[in-house]
């Protein structure tokens, strides 16, 4: 499945289990992303963006965001968004 890079992790909160991502590209809910760094491979349906605490329907390419992850995501990953 072809990859499209959408942006870099930026900081992790495990304890809500949210990752930051600055955006180089648009994402939208329900786009699948796959994040991947020297320890982590994580593939993932975006159920939930946040931009300043507020639902994001379409953050603009150039915002950071927090999306919710499955599992920990370190600072660094980037975000491909998978194309079918």
Same mark, same amino acid.
């Given at each position: 499945? =072809?990859?499209? @890079?959408?942006?870099?992790? /930026?900081?992790?909160? /495990?304890?809500?289990?949210?990752?930051? +991502?600055?955006?180089?590209? =648009?994402?939208?809910?329900?786009?699948?992303?796959?994040?991947?760094?020297?320890? /982590?491979?994580?593939?993932?349906? +975006?159920?939930?963006? @946040?931009?300043?605490?507020?639902?994001?329907?379409? =953050?603009?390419?150039?915002?950071?965001?927090?999306?919710?992850? =499955?599992?920990?995501?370190?600072?660094?990953?980037?975000?491909?968004?998978?194309?079918?």
């Amino acid at each position: 499945m =072809p990859e499209i @890079e959408v942006g870099r992790i /930026s900081d992790y909160f /495990s304890h809500i289990m949210v990752a930051g +991502v600055n955006l180089n590209a =648009p994402l939208y809910i329900g786009d699948r992303i796959h994040l991947l760094g020297h320890t /982590s491979d994580i593939e993932m349906n +975006v159920d939930s963006m @946040e931009i300043d605490h507020k639902d994001a329907a379409q =953050p603009g390419t150039g915002n950071s965001m927090g999306i919710r992850v =499955p599992q920990k995501a370190m600072r660094g990953d980037m975000v491909y968004l998978l194309k079918a």
